[in-house]
């Protein structure tokens, strides 16, 4: 069964450094992976997907994450942080067609940014 | 524009009492979701449905239930036998056949136990 873990529920920055924000899978084969981000009483926006193609990933808003298949993780990073990225981010993972049928998409648990000014 | 529309966005749900989670998408997307959140959980899958007139249980199915009769309506309904109704409900939707695509969400229904 497939299970996304991301490391610390918590996240706290300054304004201007490195976002870090982690997340594990685990699946039978190479799964679909997305990062999404929710603003406070909003709906889920897509960052990124990761889908077999490149393993570096660029979304919107100065995001990134690396697909390390070896590490079974798909970190998110940007390099500068700025206010307007405090929000709640969540990884979430798919199993491929061929494994099922509808998509299934299973998330992790959520990661809260706070970036101090 | 495109999009799914939730409503209503806060909801008050007396004792015994069931009531009903509306989801609207005019992306003309086939497949629908429903998604629970609570604090520090993530979102557990409630129901989803591929096709109208279709649909299947997701992982937290109990106490709720959900009908498919337009492509472009999915509506949840929480049933009194739901005994801790209060979370934030959202729904998405995805192109059938669109595994490696991104499901489109909604702004989500605040459920709340008067």
């Known amino acids: 069964a497939q299970s996304v873990t991301q490391l610390g529920s918590h996240v706290s920055v300054s304004e201007g450094a490195l976002v870090l924000l982690r997340c594990n899978y685990s699946?039978?084969?190479?799964?679909?992976l997305f990062w999404y981000v929710q603003y406070p009483n909003q709906g889920l926006q897509l960052l990124l997907k990761?889908?077999?193609?490149?393993?570096l990933v660029k979304g919107i808003n100065g995001f990134e994450a690396e697909f390390k298949k070896s590490e079974t993780s798909f970190h998110l990073t940007k390099p500068s942080a700025h206010m307007s990225d405090a929000a709640e981010y969540f990884c979430?993972?798919?199993?491929?067609?061929?494994?099922?049928?509808?998509?299934?998409?299973?998330f992790g648990q959520g990661t809260r940014l706070t970036i101090n000014p | 524009d495109g999009g799914i529309t939730q409503s209503p966005k806060y909801l008050f749900r007396k004792e015994g009492q069931n009531v009903t989670l509306s989801c609207e998408q005019n992306?003309?997307?086939?497949?629908m979701y429903w998604y629970r959140q609570d604090p520090g959980q993530g979102l557990r899958l409630i129901y989803y449905?591929?096709?109208?007139?279709?649909?299947q249980k997701g992982d937290i199915a109990e106490g709720y239930s959900v009908s498919r009769e337009k492509k472009e309506s999915f509506p949840l309904t929480v049933t009194s036998a739901q005994k801790n109704p209060t979370a934030f409900y959202l729904c998405?939707?995805?192109?059938?056949?669109?595994?490696?695509?991104?499901?489109?969400f909604g702004d989500g229904t605040r459920l709340s136990i008067l």
């Open positions: 998405a939707s995805i192109i059938r056949g669109g595994s490696n695509q991104p499901q489109h």
């Open positions: 992306l003309n997307h086939d497949a």
């Open positions: 449905s591929q096709i109208v007139n279709d649909f």
């Open positions: 699946s039978s084969v190479p799964p679909y």
């Open positions: 979430a993972v798919s199993d491929p067609p061929q494994v099922q049928g509808a998509q299934k998409l299973v």
């Open positions: 990761y889908t077999s193609a490149a393993t």
